[in-house]
């Protein structure tokens, strides 16, 4: 389906392409930054929305609430918010640009996704709102539509991203914020009453969309707004295995948990609703398809239990989820082969290794440390070259990473592999100062 085209050449400083958008209240174009030379979303407010004396003042507290969040968050799987312009003739937000859909488009009984990839778009929302909520936020709309989904050419969904944050409810903040807003379909109970929010609200909302992602429908429906908010605050949604084949009780249970009528019910944090969504995975209570061999979530779980990783916050470790090559070794297989100029680094994530020099064992790895890593740390490429051969000893898995593909990681992220490899080193020099001083001891 083509975009709508406009007539529109620019707004502020910032080149239209095209309509990606249209609702009541706001537009949402495609755009160039040419400083940047990047794309952009540019959701733009209809001047008519701020000029109705009923819509009008909510209007320009969802834009000063995005405004106030300009260059603020920072996570792969939220959208980050570039600008904000209070232009007279209608307010605009400049976000980042994410290619593909919103899960809306699966929310039909006719488009509905793999069990296994709804767990796993769970996981991922549930990591990033647990990030917005560390940074003192309250999202207040999650559903379907605010949840972008990117796309691979064969149209599967790569990733995803929490979107719009106008509803946002900000606990630091000291200006008048709005109250009861939201859509009505994923609102828990004490958000239709008007109480004090925590994170649990949003907790209740994302499992409404896991719900609707599942079953093609939300967990209540009915022909009228106050029918719908009893429903809401007094029926109890109907079991999914009854809507859906194939869907476990466990599975079930972690959603309706999500969506117990009172906070205290739910899940308290969003580890916790994280791991019972990870857990599904990985006690094979959804099934794995056609999906990949390891899921996203899987390798973040994964690294987040090795040693290596254990400075690492969610961001850089979601980052290197998604730019590491993931590798697996045969018994037997050689990584290194001395006199060789080394190009890759690897920290073991599974399996052991055992380090030869001139056929002499001088060294047994396991996971959570690496090896190689003078492909990244030597200046010259002599440096580079390996002294050692490194043979798999047990069937392992590495992450591995290239000089080239650590120049692409964010400065924050490098710093914490530099750091983690002073560690590594530090432990190996004391290694070999005891085996000098306590040759004994050491055999």
Not at 17 to 45: C, Q, W, Y
Not at 186 to 208: C, K, N, S, V
Not at 263 to 284: E, G, I, K, M, T
Request: charged share 20%; aromatic share 8%.
């Amino acid at each position: 389906m083509t975009s709508p085209v406009t007539s529109i050449d620019r707004i502020g400083k910032y080149r239209v392409l095209r309509v990606l958008g249209e609702g009541a209240t706001s537009e949402v174009f495609l755009g160039h930054d040419e400083f940047n030379d990047r794309p952009v979303a540019i959701k733009r407010v209809r001047p008519s929305a701020l000029t109705d004396r009923h819509g009008g003042t909510q209007q320009a507290h969802f834009f000063a609430a995005e405004a106030a969040l300009v260059g603020q968050l920072h996570h792969p799987n939220v959208v980050q918010i570039y600008d904000a312009v209070p232009d007279p003739a209608g307010p605009y937000v400049v976000m980042e640009y994410v290619p593909g859909t919103t899960l809306r488009e699966f929310c039909r009984q006719d488009a509905l996704l793999p069990l296994e990839q709804v767990v796993e778009i769970g996981f991922k929302c549930a990591m990033a709102l647990d990030y917005v909520w560390r940074q003192g936020l309250i999202h207040r709309d999650v559903k379907p539509a605010n949840i972008l989904a990117t796309l691979s050419p064969a149209q599967q969904i790569t990733d995803v991203k929490i979107s719009d944050f106008g509803s946002v409810l900000n606990l630091s903040a000291d200006t008048t914020q709005v109250f009861r807003v939201g859509s009505l379909a994923y609102m828990p109970p004490e958000q239709l009453d008007g109480d004090a929010l925590d994170t649990r609200a949003d907790i209740y909302a994302l499992g409404a969309v896991l719900y609707h992602l599942i079953a093609g429908r939300p967990p209540f429906e009915a022909p009228t707004q106050p029918a719908l908010m009893s429903l809401i605050c007094t029926a109890q949604p109907a079991p999914l295995p009854g809507l859906r084949a194939g869907v476990e009780p466990a599975v079930d249970e972690v959603v309706q948990r999500a969506l117990a009528k009172s906070p205290a019910d739910r899940y308290q944090d969003w580890h916790s609703f994280a791991q019972a969504l990870s857990s599904l995975v990985a006690n094979q209570h959804v099934p794995r398809g056609n999906l990949q061999a390891v899921l996203d979530s899987e390798r973040f779980n994964l690294l987040r239990s090795l040693e290596f990783f254990n400075q690492f916050g969610d961001v850089e470790l979601w980052e290197v989820v998604h730019r590491a090559k993931w590798l697996r070794y045969p018994l037997a297989h050689r990584i290194y082969k001395r006199g060789e100029e080394g190009n890759t680094f690897h920290i073991i994530a599974q399996g052991s290794v055992e380090v030869y020099r001139e056929g002499q064992r001088v060294a047994h790895l396991g996971a959570g440390t690496s090896v190689g890593e003078m492909a990244y740390l030597a200046p010259n490429p002599e440096l580079r070259r390996h002294s050692a051969d490194v043979v798999v000893t047990e069937p392992a898995a590495t992450i591995a990473f290239t000089p080239e593909a650590m120049a692409r990681l964010s400065p924050s992220c490098r710093h914490l592999f530099d750091e983690a490899f002073i560690r590594v080193l530090v432990r190996r020099l004391h290694v070999a100062h005891e085996a000098l001083a306590h040759p004994r001891r050491i055999l």
